[in-house]
């Protein structure tokens, strides 16, 4: 079985704060990992997978085996960072299936 | 390109009726997954169609059904439609080969079950 854990449901920080979004996975494999973002009033959407290894709008998310995690980061948030943020996983061949997390909103005060 | 589309954006039916969901996936995308989004329960993966063949299933019951045509839209249908069948059914595209690859969300259908 595969499963996404988000345990924080509400995050706030104030702009220019570091900011962390905790995502711990449980699966037998080798599993891809994503964090997908949806901002107000718009659709789900791809902010960056582990596979990629990229920075997107300055976050990263390092994918941490032994310790089952794929945390998101960013040294400084923005008001526009203000999003609710899902992990995600997808678990061996099973290519169109993902596995969310409940979701962390982050709130970003001026 | 244009991105995923689902069709309609809202429905209100009754309970015991039955409800049909479509969605038009990316060009060129073979791979069409469906979603049904509550407060509760967050993101469930319901199914994923790839080239017209059911390739993942997810833990609904039977009511929940799909099919993909050969142009890769794909539907979904929910009969005996229950109270708790009320939520967000998101419809998501991609190429469906490989890991790693990006899944491309429509807007959604809201189901407004009474």
């Known amino acids: 079985a595969q499963r996404v854990t988000q345990p924080e449901k509400l995050l706030s920080v104030f702009k220019g704060a570091p900011v962390e979004l905790k995502c711990n996975y449980s699966?037998?494999?080798?599993?891809?990992l994503f964090w997908y973002v949806q901002y107000s009033r718009q659709r789900l959407q791809l902010l960056l997978r582990?596979?990629s290894r990229e920075s997107i709008k300055g976050f990263t998310a390092d994918l941490n085996k032994g310790e089952t995690s794929f945390h998101l980061k960013k040294p400084f948030a923005q008001e526009e960072d203000s999003a609710m943020y899902y992990c995600a996983l997808q678990g061996g061949t099973s290519y169109g299936k993902l596995t969310f997390g409940q979701g962390t909103i982050l709130t970003v005060h001026p | 390109k244009a991105g995923v589309t689902q069709t309609p954006r809202y429905l209100i039916k009754t309970r015991g009726q039955q409800v049909t969901l479509s969605c038009s996936p990316i060009s060129g995308h073979r791979s069409v997954s469906w979603y049904q989004q509550t407060p509760g329960q967050g993101l469930q993966f319901l199914f994923e169609y790839f080239s017209e063949t059911q390739r993942n299933k997810g833990n609904f019951p039977g009511r929940f059904s799909g099919r993909q045509f050969s142009n890769s839209r794909s539907e979904m249908n929910v009969s005996t439609l229950e109270l708790g069948d009320s939520a967000l059914y998101l419809c998501a595209s991609s190429l469906g080969a490989g890991g790693g690859t990006e899944a491309f969300f429509g807007q959604g259908t809201r189901l407004t079950v009474v």
């Open positions: 582990h596979i």
């Open positions: 699966y037998s494999g080798s599993p891809e």
